[in-house]
C-alpha cells in the first residue's frame, strides 16, 4: 500500500509563490502525479515526474527526489483561479495510483 | 467532444437498495477504473480494469462490484447500498500503453444514503 502526505491547506497572496510538499511511501515506484482539482469539478492532470529532478510546465513546476520520497509542485506567480484542491499521486509496482488527500490552496487579493 | 460521461450526476438513496453508477468513454482508453472522494481522505480505489473482460479489485471494494463487458462501459454497483457509501464517485480512464498512462476523470456522480 501507499503512505502518501501533503499539508491539509495554505494560503497564498496573488502574485506569489506557493510550494505544496508530498512525501510517500510505496511498494514500487512508477512515477508520481500531480493534479488539480477546483471545488465541484473532475480532478485534471497537472504534471508527471518519474525520474529524479525538475519538470516546468509554465507556472507550474514539479519535483521529484526518488531517494527521499519527496515531490514538490511550485506555483509561480498566483492568480486567483489557481485556488482549488492539488493531489500528490503515486503509481506503485503494480501500476496503481494512489491519491494523498489533497491541498487547499487558497489565494487572497 | 471526448470524454468521460458519468450518470447520475446526483443521487440520494435509501439504504439497502441497489443502485448502478454508470461511466461511458468515448477516447478508446483500455483501463478504467472507479475512485471514491471522502472529505479529508482523497481519492480511494474501489476497483479497475486494465482491459476489456478484466477487473480487479482497489483499496475499498467491499460493496461494490463492477464489470467491463466492453472497452467503453465501465458500470459500479452497490448491492445493497449504506450510509457510510455516501460519497462522490469518480470514473477514470487512461492508455495504460502511453508512458506517463495519465488518467482522465469523470466529472463524479454524488451519492447519499439515508
Known amino acids: 500500500g501507499q503512505n502518501i502526505d501533503q499539508p491539509t491547506e495554505m494560503t497564498a497572496t496573488e502574485g506569489a509563490i506557493v510550494q505544496i510538499n508530498c512525501t510517500y511511501q510505496?511498494?514500487?515506484?512508477?512515477?508520481l502525479f500531480w493534479y488539480q482539482q477546483h471545488a465541484g469539478e473532475a480532478p485534471t492532470f497537472l504534471s508527471y515526474?518519474?525520474?529524479?529532478g525538475l519538470e516546468e510546465k509554465g507556472r507550474f513546476s514539479s519535483f521529484l527526489s526518488r531517494s527521499k520520497g519527496y515531490s514538490y509542485l511550485l506555483l509561480k506567480e498566483l492568480q486567483m483561479k489557481d485556488s482549488a484542491s492539488y493531489l500528490c499521486?503515486?503509481?506503485?509496482?503494480?501500476?496503481?495510483?494512489?491519491f494523498g488527500a489533497g491541498t487547499t490552496v487558497t489565494v487572497r487579493a | 467532444i471526448a470524454g468521460i460521461t458519468q450518470a447520475p450526476t446526483s443521487q440520494i438513496l435509501a439504504a439497502g437498495r441497489r443502485m448502478t453508477l454508470r461511466c461511458t468513454q468515448d477516447?478508446?482508453?483500455?483501463?478504467m477504473y472507479w475512485y471514491r472522494q471522502d472529505l479529508g481522505l482523497g481519492l480511494r480505489l474501489i476497483h479497475y480494469?486494465?482491459?476489456?473482460?478484466?477487473?480487479g479489485k482497489g483499496e475499498v471494494p467491499d460493496g461494490y462490484s463492477v464489470s467491463r463487458a466492453n472497452t467503453d462501459d465501465f458500470p459500479l454497483t452497490l448491492a445493497s447500498a449504506v450510509p457510510s457509501q455516501t460519497s462522490v464517485y469518480f470514473c477514470?480512464?487512461?492508455?495504460?500503453?502511453?508512458?506517463?498512462?495519465?488518467?482522465?476523470f469523470g466529472a463524479g456522480s454524488r451519492l447519499t444514503v439515508l
Open positions: 477514470a480512464s487512461s492508455d495504460s500503453s502511453s508512458g506517463a498512462n495519465v488518467l482522465t
Open positions: 510505496t511498494s514500487g515506484f512508477n512515477g
Open positions: 515526474n518519474v525520474l529524479d
Open positions: 499521486a503515486v503509481r506503485d509496482g503494480d501500476y496503481k495510483l494512489s
Open positions: 477516447m478508446r482508453h483500455n483501463a
Open positions: 480494469s486494465n482491459t476489456a473482460g478484466t477487473t
